[in-house]
């Protein structure tokens, strides 16, 4: 009896032994997962804590892919927008040549005639210079080897400094010297040395349009009246080549009308930008500028800005009264005044104010 007891008593002793131990390896087990979690959670913060982080960098780091797919898209469709450009420019010159001139010839005075052919052949001249020298010309870029180069800013894509008016193309993906924008129907970034050329090409497309959309007007009209009798019974009579020249003068008038306007309202709009002496990036920061300073009671200058007049003339690169036909109203590859890197006072203007520093 007294065995079975003492023996009770051991296997008891035992269990509670056993007990003790179990509880001591979970605390240690616990106490281990514990530091686990908190040496991995140290390592996260330490490796992604970043003190210039906010919420835009989060905001940019999700669009991220969306950024990155429409920069491809872009890029490739510059292609496809440039041969669209040439290929709808040489329709609307091959209507004017097989249809609308052997009419001129025809039916006008020789005075309107030497008229028609010297504008329409002048416009075609400026359209077809000004939009080659725009896509084959480079905006300009800041010199990637080591320099003086006094930057403003570092590009936080390049991790290079940024000259003043710089900005970085995200489709081109380099930095481009006086960005204004990215043009798809140029595949090529507008900026410091080709800005001139973009505008003009415009200028010159919108004009020609203007110009194809007045005097094909009463052609429109009674082509246009010809369609609307093609679904008529009895149908009239009209051959496959007067067919194809109803159709061609009414798609010609509708594509030139309709460029003339869209294009126009961009033109105008660039036209204040220059007489603004700004690009259409400044426009977005010198407008967040003004309205800071405008709270704090103080007036914004455009440091770039030499008055609407005289920025025209930089703009264009008149620098005496002849400049304006040789370089404005005739093709000119004239550079641009400076080098894109720092914003000096033009020579033309050197003695009129002083001198602007870059900001
Ligand atoms: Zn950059
Ligand atoms: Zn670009």
Known sequence: MRSRQRMFAAVMRLLLKCLRLGRRRRFKLVRQAGQLWH????????????????????????????YWLVDHVTRWFGVVFVALVIGLTSSIVAIVYICLLPLILQTYT????CWHLAYGHWNLIMIVF????????????????????????????????????????????????????????????????????????????????????????????????????????????????????????????????????ALGALTVWHAALITRGETSIERHINKKERQRLQKKGKVFRNPYSYGSWDNWKVFLGVDVPRHWLTRV???????????????????????????LLAI
């Not at 020789?110 to 005639?113: G, K, L, M, Q, S």
Request: charged share 15%; with cysteine.
């Open 39 to 66: 040496y991995g959670h140290l390592c996260l913060r330490s490796l992604l804590y970043n003190s210039f982080t906010n919420g835009d960098v989060v905001l940019d780091s999700l669009f991220e892919p969306i």
């Open 110 to 113: 020789p005075a309107w005639i």
């Open 130 to 261: 000004h939009y080659y020298k725009a896509i084959t010309t480079s905006p300009g870029y800041p010199p990637q080897a080591k320099n003086d180069l006094t930057g403003v800013s570092i590009c936080r894509k390049c991790i290079a400094p940024k000259p003043a008016r710089t900005h970085h193309c995200s489709i081109c993906n380099r930095c481009v010297l006086k960005m204004d924008h990215h043009c798809p129907w140029l595949n090529n970034c507008v900026g410091h040395y080709n800005h001139r050329y973009f505008f003009s090409f415009c200028l010159f497309m919108t004009m020609g349009c203007i110009y194809c959309s007045i005097s094909g007007w009463d052609m429109f009209r009674d082509a246009y009246a010809a369609i609307e009798t093609y679904y008529q019974t009895p149908p009239p009579t009209f051959s496959f080549r007067q067919r194809a020249f109803h159709k061609s003068v009414v798609y010609l008038w509708v594509l030139c009308s309709s460029v003339a306007l």
């Open 329 to 355: 109203l005739l093709p000119s590859p004239h550079l641009p005044h400076g080098t894109g890197l720092s914003w000096e006072l033009p020579p033309c203007m050197t003695k009129q104010r002083t001198p």
